[in-house]
């Protein structure tokens, strides 16, 4: 700790820190524009000036960079210097110089850092009446709008696009009055991240295309904190609606999750919430036309009481896009003998991930120690497609070990521009084994593509080679024996190792081998984590409400069979669509042989097709909820807006049902459903704690979902009645459906919006940490529900699989995972649905050769009797005897993988 005077106060901080994290950290407002907390400091803007003295004798003092200069002991500045003062005010004179008078129309406005910063040093009046610097726009694709006039050169955009995301097809070009920040030209930009320039961007040069074509003021869209449902991670998120329609999603900060940060298919993948596909009312199939149509709640709720009559033969299949209550609401209706989750692939993989969390001594990280890793292992995960916000991670992670250097010579850690000067882009140990290139091979190490079989394989020898006691691998090739040696040998040397590893390749002899190797790590005496990706938003707290680590099995497929018997009565399916999930023939044999099919979704699915009841549910910006993300970390949702008609929380409807047969349960609040939850399964115990609950209240007030700025209630339905109508009762939560409420910092996991006086931008999250860049006040949302067992004594897995043997006139068809595209909700907005490639059949070179393809010809691949017809494109990366397809994109669903296929020239 260090003791530094601000103004002639003395003030404690933290060592390591310059003056400006200091001085934002104990809640002084000091203007800056280049400086980021997660980017550091490169004295670009020189905004965030102050007078610093040599001690308390000095009088005189120089001006210097608070962002570049160290709050070393003793340290006297002011920050209230006349002469200060008067230096940012000329800065940001300057900075205006060509700035555009567009504020009234420009998308930024109102949440603006250039507002806020131009308000906060006094600079009210331009004087210059010279011709303004102007620059022509690009277009950079669905997701971003480009309005280059705007830009005050701060730098942020390029040293977040290129130097913490690594893309490559963004840049400053020029230099001078001319500097530019764009593409070379016109085009897409190919980052996963790109929407994040939105936030970086302390102007209007970056702004939402999304959001522009439903445009809300800021300050008028209601809020509510959420949590990302695109993929297993749980990205924190505030969704913002107007209307009654979401309108945008922002990142929410969590330290231990996101961060600062959020990828693009999470930021705008939420036009789901609006489309036209969304079942918005009851449906009743009509017995003479076989027709589904618009229902009475009434005439559901009665038609469901002689479905669920006492002692009928009704099963649950659960869902991991729904909540934990949702299912656990499911559960309790059918019985937990009778509740069904997962295809019998995904259920066995849960079930290996949960036990080995669960048994083994390696602990499953956040992204924050994920980014702090000094070496990392990748076994079998296409990590930049099923989990975007991990590789971002990865590829922070891939710095820390050269980072050990710039440690050594003395350079502090938030000199961004002198730390890059030394590490000269050098990369950590950094390795990847997969079936086919990924986007993380630019900063590996060493990379190694092959089957399956033959990467957990390569994993299991790494483990024998940290530890001879894991057991070995008989008939290794001397090449992937030499490489396990390599890894085994970088692993040792680090500090903080990491194993990564997931669903993505449909094996559980992966996560076996994936274990194997942090066990060993651990035995050995290293600090190693164990990540594992999950597919969507509860896969983790599906598997652990089903008890999947304790071996029991309840999959789809055990549905099948009962339903094969002709034993079932109804059949009730909760969020989830079966013909994504199993072989499309599978699936219409079950649904026909259940004697009534009720799902409750939000969405119109082929499943829904088959159904005789379909009710309406809530998404996750219309109910309350909480998911587990593939950390093992419970965190709560909170609805954004209360939908019109009867669309309610999918538990809700359960209860319902409940009622409806007879068997009246007393959940009235989401509260109920939670205490209900905690109090019959201990694994849920701790997700009571992770927000307060409904009755919670500061000074007898309770937290508005509006800004204080948020205007037009009456206007709002003026063609309704002139009167303003009166704001939804929330029962649920502490949360309040108006602007009326307590205007200070609630706890972390009910922080609807960050705002401050002054700070009206995203900049705000400072006035909410304990510290910049550190855990919100009262620490960070969420608790974990997964701790590691201690102990050197490990379980190892000896179970290693043969190598892959390629089959005469068959190939191995894996799934390839795209961002844009594999992922079901999604997809249904415009934006993504326009990034998502076309089906195609990928081969290698030499397979395509042996059957006389190049790439462009129509391929023909036979799947469970199911034939595809797609051009081919050719795949170096891909081992020869295995072919990919795109996983999840329309026309290829329903698909189990991994499957063999006979593939050629379609006929």
């Not at 290129?162 to 840049?171: K, S």
Request: aromatic residues 8%.
């Amino acid at each position: 700790m260090a003791t530094i005077y601000i103004d002639n106060k003395p003030y404690v901080v933290k060592d390591g820190q310059n003056l400006l994290h200091a001085c934002l950290s104990l809640g002084f407002d000091l203007p800056y524009f280049c400086w980021h907390p997660a980017m550091h400091s490169v004295g670009a803007c020189r905004q965030c000036a102050v007078k610093q003295f040599r001690d308390e004798k000095d009088t005189k003092g120089k001006i210097v960079m608070s962002c570049m200069t160290p709050a070393a002991e003793g340290t006297r500045i002011s920050i209230d210097d006349p002469e200060a003062m008067e230096f940012r005010a000329s800065v940001i004179e300057w900075l205006m110089l060509s700035h555009p008078h567009d504020c009234p129309v420009c998308d930024e406005g109102g949440e603006c850092h250039l507002q806020d910063m131009t308000v906060m040093t006094g600079h009210n009046y331009r004087r210059t009446r010279f011709p303004k610097r102007t620059h022509r726009n690009q277009d950079l694709g669905p997701f971003i709008n480009h309005e280059m006039n705007r830009c005050i050169q701060c730098y942020r955009c390029v040293r977040f696009y290129c130097d913490y995301a690594q893309g490559r097809d963004f840049n400053v070009f020029a230099c001078h009055h001319a500097v530019y920040f764009g593409r070379h030209r016109d085009g897409v930009l190919e980052s996963e991240f790109s929407g994040n320039l939105i936030e970086i961007c302390p102007t209007g040069v970056f702004t939402d295309k999304a959001l522009k074509r439903h445009y809300t003021r800021k300050w008028d869209l209601q809020t509510a904190p959420s949590v990302c449902v695109h993929c297993g991670l749980g990205c924190n998120t505030i969704p913002g609606e107007r209307y009654g329609a979401l309108r945008r999603i922002l990142n929410r900060y969590n330290g231990e999750v996101n961060g600062y940060f959020l990828c693009d298919r999470g930021r705008f993948g939420y036009e789901f919430v609006n489309s036209g596909q969304r079942v918005r009312t009851p449906l009743m199939k009509n017995n003479e036309t076989g027709a589904l149509e618009p229902a009475t709640k009434g005439d559901v709720i009665e038609r469901l009481s002689h479905i669920l009559y006492f002692g009928a033969n009704v099963i649950g299949i659960g869902s991991a896009r729904a909540s934990l209550e949702a299912n656990f609401a499911l559960r309790a209706l059918v019985g937990p003998d009778r509740f069904f989750v997962f295809d019998e692939t995904r259920r066995r993989l849960m079930a290996t991930m949960i036990g080995i969390l669960k048994s083994g001594p390696a602990r499953t990280p956040s992204m924050k120690d994920v980014a702090s890793s000094d070496a990392v292992f990748i076994l079998g995960e296409d990590v930049a497609n099923t989990a975007p916000m991990l590789a971002l991670a990865l590829r922070q992670a891939a710095r820390q070990r050269p980072m050990q250097d710039v440690a050594k010579l003395k350079i502090p850690l938030w000199d961004d521009t002198a730390v890059r000067e030394v590490i000269q882009g050098e990369k950590g140990p950094f390795f990847i084994a997969a079936p086919h290139a990924t986007k993380l091979d630019d900063v590996a190490t060493e990379t190694y593509h092959a089957a399956g079989e033959d990467i957990a394989r390569l994993g299991f020898a790494v483990a024998h080679e940290l530890d001879p006691a894991a057991p070995p691998v008989p008939d290794l090739k001397e090449e992937a024996l030499l490489l396990a040696r390599r890894i085994a040998l970088f692993l040792k040397g680090a500090r903080r190792p990491l194993v990564v590893s997931g669903m993505s390749g449909t094996s559980d002899s992966l996560l076996r081998a994936a274990g194997n190797v942090a066990w060993a790590l651990c035995k050995t005496g290293h600090d190693a984590a164990l990540c594992f990706t999950t597919d969507e938003c509860n896969s983790l707290g599906l598997g652990l409400l089903a008890d999947l680590g304790d071996g029991y099995v309840s999959d789809i497929g055990k549905a099948f069979a009962l339903a094969e018997k002709g034993k079932l009565d109804a059949i009730i399916i909760l969020e989830n669509d079966l013909f994504l999930r199993e072989d499309i023939s599978r699936v219409e044999r079950f649904l026909e042989g259940c004697g009534h099919v009720i799902v409750i979704d939000h969405l119109f699915s082929r499943t829904t097709g088959k159904a005789d009841i379909v009710l309406p549910a809530g998404t996750f910006a219309e109910s309350d909820g909480t998911f587990v993300n593939n950390e093992g970390r419970a965190q709560r949702c909170f609805q954004v807006f209360v939908p019109e008609g009867d669309i309610q929380e999918s538990w809700r409807w359960v209860r319902d049902a409940l009622n409806a047969a007879r068997r009246p349960i007393q959940w009235r609040t989401f509260d109920d459903v939670v205490a209900a939850m905690a109090g019959e399964m201990q694994q849920f115990e701790a997700v009571a704690e992770i927000a307060p609950p409904a009755g919670f209240r500061i000074a007898g007030q309770k937290i508005p979902r509006q800004p204080h700025r948020y205007s037009g209630r009456t206007a709002m339905h003026a063609q309704i009645d002139v009167h303003e109508p009166k704001p939804p009762d929330d029962a649920d939560t502490p949360l309040a459906y108006s602007m009326e409420g307590f205007e200070g910092i609630p706890p972390s996991a009910l922080v609807p919006r960050f705002w401050a006086p002054g700070w009206n931008s995203v900049q705000s999250v400072n006035k909410f940490q304990e510290e910049v860049g550190g855990p919100l006040r009262g620490d960070d949302p969420g608790k974990r529900l997964i701790e590691p067992t201690g102990g050197k004594e490990v379980p190892y897995f000896h179970e290693v699989p043969g190598a892959f043997v390629p089959r005469k006139g068959e190939l191995l068809i894996v799934p390839l995972y795209h961002i844009f595209g594999s992922e079901e909700l999604s997809v249904l907005s415009p934006g993504i649905a326009g990034m998502a490639p076309h089906p195609y059949l990928a081969l290698n070179p030499f397979d395509a050769e042996g059957l006389g393809m190049n790439a462009g010809d129509e391929g023909e691949v036979v799947i469970s009797g199911n034939t595809y017809r797609l051009p081919i494109t050719l795949m170096a990366s891909l081992p020869q005897g295995v072919a990919g397809l795109p996983s999840g994109l329309p026309g290829l669903r329903g698909i189990v993988f991994p499957a063999w296929a006979k593939t050629g020239r379609a006929t």
